[in-house]
């Protein structure tokens, strides 16, 4: 874990040295969705996961957490989504895909490939690194969790930075956002 360094400080002439130890094998993933409904707080729900290497081999997230997530949210939220995802592997399984198909509370816009900065959530990231993770030299993976959690939690309630977050993509909300289905084009 290398622990990103907003700043830090040394004797002139001396570069400054940031000692961590070894790297481990151990992994933490996090997912999050900025949720937007006009008239309303805007909300973020997440979910942090790490790899106890008992689930399947996988490191990450699977679709299969993924779908969890969408569920969670769409009860939360009492409503339709409609969900604007990057080309991440996961987003573009056939499982998950499947998930989407026979939702109709479920609508799925793909950025285009290479647009973080198309990306709310992106914001969130950025203000953890920035902020909770700077400067911090976590110990174990419990402790990464921890940090991450209360930097998600503080972000959660500040309905004023998520608002941000969707301001910084220049996308905008509407009252309403019909279902998009694929249609063939005759020629």
Not at 21 to 47: D, F, H, M, N, Q
Not at 48 to 66: A, I, L, V
Not at 112 to 135: F, H, K, M, Q, T
Request: aromatic share 8%; net charge positive.
């Amino acid at each position: 874990m290398t622990p990103p360094i907003s700043r830090t400080w040394a004797r002139r002439g001396c570069t400054p040295v940031v000692r961590v130890r070894g790297r481990s094998r151990r992994r933490v993933s996090i997912a999050a969705l900025t949720c937007y409904k006009p008239g309303e707080r805007s909300r973020l729900t997440y979910r942090p996961r790490r790899d106890d290497g008992r689930r399947d081999g996988r490191k990450s997230f699977s679709w299969r957490d993924y779908r969890g997530l969408l569920q969670a949210a769409h009860q939360q939220l009492g409503g339709p989504i409609v969900l604007i995802w990057d080309n991440l592997n996961v987003h573009l399984a056939a499982g998950i895909r499947q998930f989407i198909d026979v939702r109709d509370w479920l609508t799925v816009y793909q950025l285009p490939s290479y647009a973080p900065d198309l990306n709310p959530v992106e914001g969130a990231w950025s203000l953890l690194r920035r902020g909770w993770l700077s400067n911090t030299a976590l110990a174990t993976p419990e402790h990464l969790i921890q940090t991450v959690r209360h930097g998600l939690h503080v972000i959660q309630y500040r309905s004023d930075l998520i608002d941000g977050f969707l301001t910084g993509t220049g996308l905008t909300l509407t009252a309403t956002t019909p279902r998009v289905q694929p249609q063939s084009v005759e020629r």
